[in-house]
Each structure stands twice: as structure tokens, then as C-alpha cells.
């Protein structure tokens, strides 16, 4: 019987990609607006190039990128492109269809929730706290508390003794089949692949369900508990 879901959170329940895209988009556009002399494009390729590096939650991007191809780090710049990159996250950090619904109804079914992500504590629950995520999940587990990113049994062991349920009890929800759904699988706990937030055009990922839409977890679940 599941009594508690585990759900990844970037791809999963928010397009992290689209908002990042058009994020990056928007600081750009004011950068250059601001006097930043390079073609959108070129600025574009760069920003990529430094994320390729340093991970998609580096903080330091925009003065990294400045420092690069500016020589230094020009503050009018700078400061136009954060605050037109904050706008732009803001407005673009919104869930999946079906998703508040869906959570809403599983809470009333009397199931546990909680977040298992490899992203950074702070960037993990500043995004949960905007879509008032926060009050909704029992427990959160970021790689800060483990210092292991997925599929490492560790983060997985974490959040399931947070949540107090053994691994045959439990499903976990992600779009990246190599970590979400293999070290899930790893533990004994069953999976659906997020399908609708897969980035990476996965043709097999073995999980036990494969989800096209949010609100399908609701029929898993019926499922699953008879």
C-alpha cells in the first residue's frame, strides 16, 4: 500500500527549464539594453557555456559572464540583468497543469508528501516558498542534507525515514530516469516517470508507471491501494 509520494521538483512539478530559458532571455535583453556592445546570440551561446561548467544553479553567472567578455564587472550592467532576471523567474515559475489540484486531492486521501532534490537548500525551497509549496509538503530533503545527489541510495534512505514509511510503501515521481527512477527502483520503492517534464528525450526508463499528465498519479494511486 503507498502511503507516501516522493516527488522530484524541477521538471517535475515546475517547467525549470522554460523558466530558466526565458530568465536568461530577459537579463540578456536588459544587458544589452543597458550598453552591454554583443550580439543576443553570442551573449546567449557565452551564458550556456558557463552553466555547462558550473551547473545550471550557479549564482555568479552574470559576473562571471561579464568578467569574460567585458573584462570586468560593470554594475549598471549587472544590476539590470538580475533584476530582469528575477522579474522574468518570477513570472515564469509556475507549476505543471493539474498540479495544485492534484496535490490538494491526494492530501485529503491522507497520503504523505515530500520533495527529494538535488538542488541547492536555498534555491530549492526559495522555489517551493513562491508557489506556497512549503505548506503543502510534509518533509524536504535537498542535497545539502546529504551531501549525495541522486541516484545515491543516501537522499532516498533520507526522505523515506523522514517520512516514516518503508520503501515498499512509498512512490517516487521525477523526469530524470538515471536518477529519480533508477535509485528509487534501487530501494525497492516504486516510480512513475514525469514524461510531460522529460528533457531529455528518455526512450526507455523502466520506471513502474509513466506519467503524461500531472493528475494520472490520482489513478496510480487507486490503483496501487485497491
Known amino acids: 500500500m503507498i502511503k507516501a509520494l516522493i516527488f522530484d521538483l524541477d521538471n517535475t512539478l515546475v517547467d525549470f527549464m522554460k523558466m530558466k530559458r526565458l530568465s536568461i532571455d530577459a537579463a540578456l535583453t536588459a544587458m544589452i539594453d543597458a550598453g552591454l556592445q554583443m550580439d543576443f546570440n553570442e551573449a546567449s551561446a557565452a551564458i550556456d557555456e558557463i552553466y555547462k561548467e558550473q551547473g545550471l544553479e ?4 552574470f559576473d ?3 568578467t569574460n567578455v ?4 560593470d554594475l549598471k550592467i549587472l544590476s539590470s540583468g538580475i533584476v530582469a532576471y528575477r522579474k522574468a523567474r518570477e513570472a515564469n515559475l509556475i507549476p505543471y ?14 497520503l504523505k508528501l515530500g520533495i527529494l532534490s538535488d538542488a541547492p537548500g ?6 517551493l516558498a513562491y508557489l506556497n509549496f512549503h505548506h503543502i509538503f510534509d518533509e524536504v530533503v535537498t542535497f545539502e542534507d546529504t551531501g549525495e545527489r541522486k541516484p545515491s541510495p543516501v537522499p532516498f534512505r533520507a526522505i523515506l525515514k523522514k517520512l516514516g514509511v518503508q520503501p515498499d510503501e512509498a512512490l517516487m515521481i521525477g523526469d530524470w530516469a538515471e536518477r ?10 516504486k516510480t512513475a516517470f514525469a514524461k510531460y517534464g522529460d528533457t531529455f528525450e528518455t526512450v526507455v526508463h523502466n520506471a513502474d508507471y ?12 487507486l490503483k496501487e491501494n485497491g
Open 58 to 61: 550557479y549564482q555568479q553567472v
Open 64 to 66: 562571471h559572464f561579464l
Open 70 to 73: 567585458v573584462g570586468k564587472v
Open 97 to 110: 497543469p493539474h498540479v495544485y489540484s492534484t496535490l490538494t486531492r491526494l492530501l485529503k486521501m491522507g
Open 122 to 127: 536555498k534555491e530549492a525551497w526559495l522555489r
Open 180 to 189: 529519480d527512477i533508477v535509485g528509487a527502483s534501487n530501494l525497492g520503492i
Open 210 to 221: 509513466e506519467l503524461n499528465d500531472f493528475s494520472e498519479i490520482i489513478d496510480i494511486i
